[in-house]
Structures are given as C-alpha cells and as structure tokens.
C-alpha cells in the first residue's frame, strides 16, 4: 500500500504443468499441493488453478467478509498479540506503565457485565450538551468533544511542497458511511446500505434514551444533511489527482471564502495557536460546509452531531448499542456474525497503545536474523528495479538519472523503528467507563498530532504497528517499510525456496519499491517534495501507458453489472505489475549462471508465480466485493494475480501460454510500465 493512510523451453513447462497435477505431500521448501486445483488450468484461469485448493479448504467463517492467506497471517498476528497481552495481570502492573495502560484497557472490553449495566449512561452528560447547542456552538464542540467526527477533519502532516516541515490539512468527512457513493448510487444496493444507515441510527438513538419519534426525527435529518454534503465531496477516485488537493491558502482568506466555519476558534479551543496556513483539500465541499452551518435548521444541526458521537461511542457501549451497529454491518459486507468479544477487545490496545504492544511483539517474535535476510532482499530488489529503469524504451535519459536519484534515495525500514513511542501523556482509568477512557485517547492522539505543527518532519517515525501484517511506501519521506509481522510465512519464510519467497516477500517489497514510481508516487522527488522531475515526454508517455491500464481493469466485470474501477486502483494495479517484474529479474540475478532446479516437478519460475498467486488466495462475500470494488484502491486478489499476469511475458513461458487461451492477450494489448 502507499500512504498520503501490495523463460523455459516447452518441454519443460510441460511436464512442470503435469507434475503440478499429481496430489503428492508438500515438502518444506516447494509449493504446497494442497494450494492447487488441479481440475483447473493454469492457462485458462491461473487464480483458480494456484488457489482452487486453498479457497476449497478454508470457506468463510461466519464473522468474516473476507478471508485469505493474508487474513490468515494476520489471525497469526492477533493471536500472538493476545498471548502477550493476557500476560498481563492488571492488578499487579504498576500505575502509569504502559503494561497497566494495555491491561486495563483490555480488561474494560471484555467486562460485558459492566458494560452492559453501565448502558447508555457514559453518554448522559455529552449528549445533554448536544441537544442543548446553538448555532454558534457547533465548532465549539466539534474541537473539543471527542466523538464528535462532523463536517471536516484537520491534521498534520508534512507540506507536500516541502517535506521537512508539517503542516496543516483540512480535508472533506463527516459522512457516517464513510463514501459519498452510498448516499448518491441510485442502485438496489446503494438504497438497502440507506435504509439499514437510518435503521441504526434510529436504533442507536432510541438506545441513547430518545423517544420513539425523536429517534426517527434524527435518523432523518442526519441522512438528508449527510447526503447533501456528499453531492459535494470528491469521488475517491477524483482525490488521487495530488494537485487538485494542494491548496495552500492564508487563513485569513479562508474566514472571507468560509465565513460560518471558525478554524481559528477551532484551533484555539484545541490549544494551537500561530496557524496562518491551510492546505485545503477540496475547496469546493467546505462552501456546502459554511452554506450548512449557516442555513440548516438547529435541531438538524445538533442531531447531525449527536448521530455521529453516538456511532462513535457504539463500538465501547453495552452490547445493545454494539448488536444494532452490527445490523448495518451486515448489509454492507454481508458479514454473518460478530467476531468474538476478545477480537474487539484486543484491537483497542493493538490501536491506541500500538507501539507499546509492537516493543513486546519483537522482542518475542521477530528474530534479528530475519532483519538481515530482509535487508539483503530489499539490496537485491532495489538492484533490479535499477536495471528496469535502464532498460525502459519511453523513457530519456534525463529522466532514467532522477529516476535512479530517487531509487538510491529510498530509506528502508524494516521489522520496527528505532525509537519507540511515548505514551507517559496517556492516562487509563479502570475506575471510569470504558468510553471515557476512549475519549482521552482520542484527545492524546489528537493532541499528538497537533503538536506537530510547524515542527520539522520526524523520518524516523513510523506509520505502522510492528505487529501489523503490511507494508507502505511514503512518499514524502521516500521510504519503504515492512513491519514484523509480515515476515512470515506464506510471505517470508527462511526455510522455504527461493522463487516461492521472491514470488511473495519479494513482489512485496518490489511493489513498494514500485509505488514511489506509480502514477502518484512520481510526482514526488528523491527528497519526498511534490515536484516535476519528468522530461514532458516522458510524463506523456506513461500516462499513456497508464490509460491503457486503467482500460485493461475498467473492462473487467467483477459482480454482475459491476465492473472494477482502473483509475482508483491505477497505483496499485502499477505496483503489483512492477513488483512481479522486479521480483522476477532479482530472482534470477541471485541464480546467476544456475538455472535453478525443479522441485515437485514444478521449475522454478512455475513455483515463483504460483507463490504471488498465494499470497491472493481469498474467498470473499458478494456485498464485500461491490463494497471493496466502491471504496478499496486494491484491485481484488483474482485480479491482482490473473490481469497482471496477462501483462508479463515470462509468466506465459512458465505456464505455455498460447493464443487462444484464456490467460493470452496479445503482445500489442500489453502494459508493461515498470
């Protein structure tokens, strides 16, 4: 992912493909048999063909949208951060640490009996406060209730003009489904995902302690003052265009352009002083926002933000609140049950206190040797994606000098940082309700941020949990980073082969590697700067290239009468290619004159392709793909392996891939970018 926040001769292919089809035993350096559909081909659908046996053996658990090799590492992941964490006795941690902190936190999750007497009590006082605003308290509130996620956010980051300083951003939210399209598709679906959003709110409120007809009365103005902010919010789509977003604007002028929206009341109710600069992100929508603030009725006002306190207080309340919330839940990605109580639990420390959690998770899990066989990884990947660069025939020689500027510019992160996070500011109170306890994390980590501003950028610090199983490239920083977690199998395993690790943590990290040169990642130079390095026609000719991709994607049907979205999921659908491709040449660099040797009668580029289409390998509900294929910039796994594949050549020599077959597209249909 990216933050701004994954030839040989016939004969042989032959007898590699009918090897592939017996049922033998799985040895511990090939590929697993038992992954295979043999019934399948791998000409006519590779996905089928790599994961057929995977997806048959491990159908979706009842609380899951969707479940993969990836989710299985991650379930890995969960359970070892429990073990951890119910290591932890609450009534022996000493006050203050960071093992009370984790403790007590996931004590309060799991006492359901306290939750569940405690009710909707936490909430009394706050939403008195609501109900009783007027007009001119609504900024008031939204800086300093936490809970209260309405109309626009603001952090900091580093200024994309300028990498080593933070500054401010203000950009488009408030929706409580989270998209604009669900508010706006005149679709059966889109109307169903309405009408449950009103069902829970209408539920949430009636158990916050509304009336019958109050309840129904909020459900309604939220949903109509909710929907006219999302006709004019950016598609997710329109948000990947960087200079769209890029406005810094004085905020005196913003208090002439907004006049009903105080940001210098909203900061200062915050404690920040000296903000003289804003970088706005969708100038238009904050127009609709001053129109709202000003024209909406009061009481439309205070149940908009009453709606969105009480959803974000949901997840920390009685069961009631959470089992109303969970009905929504369903619709949207046709989940069948919660997941346990200890998951939900867990993930508030994991989240808050991550770091924390992430320092014990290394020291028990992640062996320095894995560090170094990664570092070694990344040395060779990076060495091949510098023979692409050269090799390129639309790119000039010019731009090929800056290209490998920022190749050897990158900074690599990998297993945890170097320094850890400060959490002393932090207080848990297990004599308070588990809400409020969430509320002053909400404050910490909003304070955190803010406190940021105007500083220099910190490039030591990491955006991901050790414990969590991902990775990122940033661009402003131009790192790569792989947490600990994701070093482990089906992605990184010491004792496996070769090709099956290059096909896995290798694409992995190539794909990284690859967004700082994706259709977004190439706009910012070796330094992080959002700057033009590009000679014009070589800016031209990838984005010729890249249409031409987007294409290939838009065509695909995903559900019937829905088809993936190529622009959204451009960066990744450029990383995947990239990642394979460089993962591929670094592969075969480490062999060097040795053609690699047959293992389970597959070779060894059968075995680096079949390990990529692994790491994939998911079965996922019908609600989950049209949601995923709304909102998710990846590509579904089915087509992160099979379209991609299509574009690569070498993979048609593994597998004997011909005109005629499913998998074949000719020669002139091809991308091939990095």
């Known amino acids: 992912m990216k933050l701004i926040n994954l030839g040989f001769a016939a004969g042989a292919i032959a007898a590699g493909i009918l090897a592939g089809c017996s049922q033998g035993a799985a040895t511990p350096r090939g590929i697993d048999t038992a992954n295979l559909d043999t019934t399948a081909c791998p000409r006519t659908d590779f996905y089928d063909y790599a994961c057929g046996g995977w997806r048959a053996a491990n159908p979706l658990p009842a609380d899951k949208s969707r479940y993969g090799t990836f989710d299985v590492l991650g379930e890995t992941a969960r359970e070892q951060v429990r073990e951890l964490v119910s290591s932890i006795n609450p009534d022996t941690a000493t006050a203050g640490t960071n093992a009370q902190k984790i403790a007590d936190l996931y004590a309060m999750g799991m006492d359901s009996v306290r939750l569940n007497e405690q009710g909707a009590e936490p909430l009394r006082e706050d939403l008195l406060v609501i109900q009783n605003a007027g007009r001119d308290q609504i900024i008031e509130l939204m800086a300093k209730m936490p809970g209260v996620d309405a109309f626009f956010g603001c952090g900091v980051m580093a200024d994309l003009a300028d990498s080593d300083r933070n500054a401010m951003y203000w950009g488009q939210g408030g929706l409580g489904l989270g998209d604009r399209d669900y508010y706006l598709d005149d679709t059966e679906r889109a109307a169903a995902i309405r009408q449950a959003y009103s069902t829970c709110l209408t539920s949430l409120a009636r158990l916050a302690g509304y009336t019958e007809d109050d309840a129904a009365r909020l459900a309604a103005n939220t949903m109509a003052l909710e929907t006219e902010l999302a006709k004019a919010q950016m598609t997710r789509t329109e948000m990947r265009n960087i200079e769209a977003l890029y406005n810094p604007t004085p905020v005196a002028e913003l208090a002439a352009r907004y006049p009903n929206i105080d940001l210098q009341k909203f900061f200062a109710i915050q404690g920040l002083e000296g903000v003289d600069t804003i970088i706005v992100e969708q100038p238009a929508y904050f127009e609709q926002v001053s129109k709202t603030l000003a024209a909406a009725p009061e009481q439309q006002l205070r149940d908009y933000l009453a709606a969105s306190y009480i959803s974000s207080a949901t997840p920390y309340l009685s069961d009631d609140f959470v089992n109303a919330a969970f009905e929504l839940t369903k619709v949207m990605s046709g989940v069948e049950q919660q997941q346990p109580r200890w998951k ?75 320094k850890w996070r400060d959490y002393s500011g932090l207080t848990v109170d297990p004599q308070k309700s588990y809400w409020e306890n969430i509320k002053s994390a909400i404050v910490f980590n909003n304070n955190y941020n803010l406190s940021d501003y105007g500083k220099p950028v910190d490039r030591e610090r990491w955006h991901m949990t050790p414990q969590t199983v991902n990775a990122y490239y940033n661009p402003t920083t131009n790192e790569i980073t792989f947490p600990a977690a994701i070093l482990q199998p089906p992605f990184f395993d010491p004792e496996a082969d070769d090709a099956i690790n290059y096909g896995a943590i290798g694409v992995v990290i190539g794909h990284e590697m690859t967004h700082g040169f994706d259709d977004q990642g190439r706009q910012f130079d070796k330094n992080g700067n959002f700057a033009n390095w590009w000679a014009d026609a070589d800016a031209e000719a990838f984005n010729q290239l890249a249409d031409k991709l987007v294409a290939q994607f838009d065509s695909i049907e995903v559900a019937p009468g829905l088809n993936a979205n190529g622009r959204l999921t451009l960066g990744e659908n450029i990383a995947d290619q990239g990642g394979l491709r460089v993962a591929y040449t670094a592969y075969h660099n480490s062999l060097g004159e040795n053609p690699g040797e047959e293992i389970d009668g597959f070779t060894p580029d059968q075995r680096f392709y079949l390990g990529y289409a692994n790491v994939w390998a998911a079965n996922v509900r019908d609600e989950e793909v049209r949601q995923r294929t709304l909102t998710d910039p990846h590509s579904l796994g089915r087509y992160r392996v099979n379209a991609t594949l299509r574009n690569i050549e070498p993979f048609y020599n593994a597998f004997g891939v011909v005109p005629g077959d499913s998998m074949y597209m000719a020669p002139e249909d091809r991308v091939v970018i990095w």
């Open 344 to 418: 939900r639990a867990l993930a508030v420390p994991n989240g808050i206190l991550g770091e924390a959690l992430g320092q014990l998770y290394v020291e028990r899990y992640f062996p320095a040797s894995s560090k170094e066989k990664m570092l070694t990884l990344v040395g060779n990947l990076q060495q091949a994606l510098g023979q692409h660069i050269d090799s390129l025939t639309w790119m000039s020689d010019e731009t090929k000098v800056r290209a490998h500027e920022k190749l050897n510019a990158f900074t690599v992160k990998i297993g945890y940082p170097d």
